[in-house]
């Protein structure tokens, strides 16, 4: 029996699924510093550093291409409503100008060509 185990064992780390298990431990967890948002089929990190807006797309720990992308976020502070305009600017990020506080209410959507938008709501740490 424990010689089955173990080659039961074998075969799954051969097979990848490993791997799989492990980029499920960073589901959820920020990789870039930011707040992290759940948008159905994908996480984004929203991070705001020296006037920058960045937005990663992953799903389950592994990148999400954003070529062909565009985003909006909506940041809410108390009566006060920002708009900032994101656009694909590499691998899986969308950028754009502007900062957001601690504390504020975001609303975010991505947007591919033809399919339907991802959206996640968060709150700036």
Do not use: C
């Not at 010689?3 to 870039?32: C, D, M, R, S, W």
């Not at 799903?59 to 976020?73: D, E, M």
């Amino acid at each position: 029996m424990n010689k089955i185990f173990k080659t039961l064992l074998l075969a799954l780390a051969l097979t990848g699924y490993g791997n799989a298990v492990l980029a499920h431990t960073e589901h959820g967890q920020p990789q870039y510093g930011g707040v992290v948002a759940e948008a159905g089929e994908a996480q984004i990190e929203i991070v705001s550093k020296d006037g920058q807006l960045t937005a990663y797309l992953s799903n389950h720990g592994y990148p999400v291409p954003a070529a062909g992308a565009s985003g909006k976020l909506v940041a809410m502070a108390g009566t006060a409503k920002s708009e900032f305009e994101l656009k694909a600017t590499g691998d899986n990020r969308l950028q754009g100008a502007g900062s957001v506080s601690a504390g504020a209410k975001l609303l975010i959507t991505v947007q591919w060509p033809g399919k339907k938008p991802l959206q996640a709501r968060a709150v700036m740490r």
